[in-house]
Every structure is written in structure tokens, then in C-alpha cells.
Nanobody, 123 residues
Framework: QLQLVESGGGLVQPGGSLIVSCVAS????????IGWFRQVPGKEREGVSC???????KYAGSVKGRFTISRDIAKNTVSLQMNNLKPEDTAIYYC?????????????????WGQGTQVTVSS
């Protein structure tokens, strides 16, 4: 059964770094796109980054150059390295799986979601 479990959220000061990780059980990363999304209460969920089965990566303009997505095939884990964090990066971060491997940041493509992990950027 497909299951996504995030970890690694927390509180960090502006300019700091944080890694969030997603362990994907029940699917093969070679055949699926895994995406990271974030949501602030009262706002729509936003696509942050994704990595396709073939390793193609995409980033939202707001995080490009600061965030890096990567994966460990052996551990079935996708991680998001977040550097130079800003207060506006504060959100709940979710990982999600797109079994059609669309390599897109569009939410409609994803049909499995993790429970989310809170990232707070504040001094």
C-alpha cells in the first residue's frame, strides 16, 4: 500500500537551512514523480518542487536557487534541502506522489499525500 511519510520540519531563523524528507512506501521512485507542496492556512496549496521518475527536477520560481530536491533510490526517499530560508517560506510542507509520472507541479496530478510537516522561519 502506498504511503508517504514526511519528516524534518521545525523552526529555523531567517537565512538558515532545513531539510525535509519523504519516505515513499509501496511505489518505485523510478516510475513516479514525487512533489513537494506547501500550504499556509487560508491560502491555496502551492507546488514547490518535484522530481520525476527519470530524475527531471522542477522548482517554483519563489524557491529556485534556494531549494534543492534529491532522492535516494535505495531508501525510497525524496528530500528537499532548503537554504536561505525566508519568513514567507513558513508553511506546512507536504510530499505527494504522481503515479503517472507527469513531472508537473500541478496539484491535480498527485493522488497520494503525506500528512505534512511544519516549517517555521522566524527570528
Amino acid at each position: 500500500q502506498l504511503q508517504l511519510v514526511e519528516s524534518g520540519g521545525g523552526l529555523v531563523q531567517p537565512g538558515g537551512s532545513l531539510i525535509v524528507s519523504c519516505v515513499a512506501s509501496g511505489l518505485r521512485l523510478y516510475y513516479s514523480t514525487i512533489g513537494w507542496f506547501r500550504q499556509v492556512p487560508g491560502k491555496e496549496r502551492e507546488g514547490v518542487s518535484c522530481i520525476s521518475g527519470g530524475g527531471i527536477t522542477k522548482y517554483a520560481g519563489s524557491v529556485k536557487g534556494r531549494f534543492t530536491i534529491s532522492r535516494d533510490i535505495a531508501k525510497n526517499t525524496v528530500s528537499l534541502q532548503m537554504n536561505n530560508l525566508k519568513p514567507e517560506d513558513t508553511a506546512i510542507y507536504y510530499c505527494a506522489a504522481d503515479p503517472a509520472n507527469s513531472a508537473t507541479l500541478e496539484e491535480w496530478a498527485y493522488d497520494r499525500w503525506g500528512q505534512g510537516t511544519q516549517v517555521t522561519v522566524s527570528s
